[in-house]
């Protein structure tokens, strides 16, 4: 298989800490990758690289095909170049219609002209309510997305996302805050986004993890310290050691 | 399905048929078209404030619905003040001179006339050469688009450089206000090639119009300016309502979550600096001709900040509310600066409103942030049906 995301032996460090340390990384076209890891192990700077809001000071991010060097984008050409991300709060809109939010990320031309000159057109109405329907806010498209509760934030914004079509979705610790059925939700949109394209998903959580049924990462002081199945990694002494301490 | 544009902006129809009835009545109370009722000079502040009203609208574009808190909106205002207000005065001179020299045995050569304007124009700043930035001063045709130009591609510079910098929030605020202080400064000396301090004068005066009286002059101005501000109503209107206005409100709210989603943050920006700078520009080249003269003091970097002001108090984000802001903060100014407010003896000391307007200035600003944070524009929220899915 080949893939569609390779990080090669990135490091970054801030005033001499060292957040992302000699990193290499790789996920497939359709994939579920699960990314844990302790506090401060990298993995939020990891996706910042990635989405091109942190430059590494050595190593290199190459995405898609034909490969493109994402250190040389911007983070808005990375974004249209396929990468969606998700932040740990939920951040939509507030101020506009959940039908609003959607419009905005279906994956239209977004310079400035072309966005002026739009007309909503038939099949845009139908995908946003195709989206609506599947994040479960279809009866909600008119209200104001700040009047919508957490869960069903994290699920507009998973919605957006979706309507953005990226070929890579990175998922900030989806489920919390949650409640039990607001997660089997979330666990459902993710693996059918899954299906189609490759999602990550940074997690601290370890039972949704389990849920999410998939490869897992463990990072640890900036670098991959175990790589397999959750009961592979939880096997593995070192992570034992990182999570339990010493 | 989409509904039309109207119907999401009913702002739009209620505002251009008030503006409409109100430009009816004071055309047929003028002393120029009309039954004399209302003077020629109060049709002159009239004209002006929406001149106001129009450059108001474009601060709220960048600043109510894009979020960049620009303090130097007003400089360019005043650069399209004085790209108009070169044509006239220089025209203007240039009948002058051509009439002055009528009486000679041998007609005037045209460098005999050009000295005349250089001596007559530059003669306080102890000139009598005409700059290079005058090069286009007598084709109006030129100057109109300088009017545009000039203003835009500052912005559009000015823009380019902030913005690809990441330059936001309040350090963006100082670095227009840096850059108005700085335009105002060089203008403000006498070899900026435009008068210095003198500024810009007699602009009231329209060349080859000069038989039309002001009561009449006066009228078309306010008529041209009530124009302006309708186009630029509908102009911005359209701009907000669809999917344009959704972005940049979404950059005011959240820039880095819109910028995750593939937008161009700083192409946007950079496009609602402009627009909106060009605005402000069309909008000070309608205003001066009226107030007759301009000089760099209009340009003062405090100039920029009332402009914020009445944006805040009118209500920032809606439209109308910057109309409100701008017209019934300037038009109280005129008022109260203008020595018809009466002063209040108090006994012990006379409260001059000349002196004192500033500070009740300051308190309804105060009291307006504190009380009612949407402006005077957002009491009309509570008429108004919340929007209908």
């Known amino acids: 298989m080949s893939s569609l995301l390779e990080v090669t032996s990135i490091s970054v460090s801030f005033d001499g800490f060292k957040a992302i ?3 290499s990384f790789e996920i497939g076209g359709q994939e579920l ?34 490969q493109l060097d994402l250190l040389r984008l911007s983070e808005s050409q990375i974004a249209r170049a396929g990468i969606g991300r998700k932040f740990q709060r939920p951040t939509v809109f507030e101020a506009q219609s959940v039908r609003d939010n959607l419009l905005m990320a279906l994956s239209n031309d977004r310079l400035p002209f072309a ?20 994040i479960g806010l279809s009866g909600e498209l008119g209200r104001k997305a700040g009047e919508l509760s957490h869960g069903q934030k994290q699920w507009l914004e998973i919605g957006m996302l979706l309507a953005q079509d990226p070929k890579l979705l990175l998922v900030d610790e989806p489920a919390a805050g949650m409640t039990l059925g607001e997660r089997e939700h979330t666990t459902d949109l993710l693996r059918r986004a899954a299906e189609t394209r490759a999602v990550v998903v940074v997690e601290h959580d370890m039972e949704f993890v389990r849920r999410l049924d998939c490869k897992v990462t463990v990072l640890h002081e900036g670098s991959v310290l175990a790589e397999g199945t959750l009961d592979h990694v939880t096997a593995n002494s070192d992570v034992i050691d990182v999570y339990l301490g010493r | 399905m989409q509904r039309s544009f109207f119907a999401r902006q009913p ?26 009722l209302v003077s020629t000079s109060f049709v002159k502040i009239l004209g002006k404030t929406l001149c106001l009203c129009l450059v108001a609208i474009a601060m709220d574009l960048v600043w109510g619905y894009c979020g960049i808190l620009s303090l130097g909106h007003f400089a360019f205002f005043g650069l399209g003040g004085y790209m108009i207000g070169m044509w006239l005065m220089y025209e203007r001179t240039k009948d002058i001179v051509i009439a ?12 005999e006339i050009r000295e005349g304007i250089g001596t007559q124009i530059f003669g306080v700043v102890g000139g009598s050469d005409i700059p290079v930035v ?21 912005a559009l510079v000015f823009g380019w450089l902030a913005f690809r910098s990441r330059v936001t929030g309040v350090y963006l605020s100082i670095l227009t206000q840096a850059m108005t202080l700085a335009l105002s400064l060089y203008l403000f000396q006498n070899d900026s090639g435009l008068r210095g301090n003198n500024g810009l004068s007699g602009l009231q005066n329209i060349p080859g119009l000069t038989d039309m009286p002001q009561s009449v002059l006066s009228v078309w101005f306010f008529l041209a300016s009530a124009l302006a501000l309708s186009l630029g109503y509908l102009l911005a209107a359209f701009v907000v309502s669809g999917k344009f206005g959704n972005v940049i409100r979404a950059i005011r709210d959240d820039e880095a979550r819109i910028r995750f989603m593939g937008y161009p943050v700083e192409a946007y920006k950079l496009v609602v600096f402009t627009l909106t700078a060009v605005i402000a520009a069309i909008a000070g080249a309608l205003y001066y001709p009226q107030a007759g003269i301009i000089n760099p003091a209009e340009i003062a970097p405090i100039a920029s900040i009332y402009l914020a002001v009445w944006v805040a108090i009118g209500g920032r984000g809606r439209l109308y509310g910057a109309v409100i802001g701008a017209a019934t903060v300037s038009l109280l100014s005129s008022w109260f600066t203008g020595g018809q407010a009466p002063s209040v003896p108090l006994g012990f ?38 929007d209908a899915p």
């Open chain 2, 349 to 386: 000391y006379t409260i001059n409103w000349v002196d004192w307007w500033q500070v009740l200035l300051g308190l309804g600003f105060v009291l307006v942030t504190l009380y009612m944070p949407q402006g005077i524009g957002g009491l009309f929220d509570r008429f108004i049906r919340k």
């Open chain 1, 33 to 66: 990758r699960a990314i844990i890891g302790p506090n401060g192990a990298g993995k939020t700077t990891f996706m910042d690289i990635v989405t091109g809001k942190t430059r590494p000071d050595e190593g290199r991010v190459r995405f898609g095909e034909p």
């Open chain 1, 21 to 23: 340390n000699n990193l």
């Open chain 2, 134 to 154: 005058w090069y286009f001063a007598d084709s109006l045709f030129a100057q109109l688009a300088l009017v545009v130009l000039v203003p835009g591609l500052l």
């Open chain 2, 100 to 111: 002055s020299l009528e009486g000679a045995a041998l007609p005037p050569t045209a460098e």
């Open chain 2, 11 to 36: 702002s739009v129809l209620i505002f251009i048929s008030l503006l409409a009835l109100f430009t009816i009545a004071i055309v047929i109370l003028s002393e120029g078209f009309g039954l004399g």
């Open chain 1, 115 to 134: 966005v002026l000159g739009y007309r909503e057109t038939p099949r845009d109405d139908e995908r946003v309510r195709a989206l609506a329907t599947e």
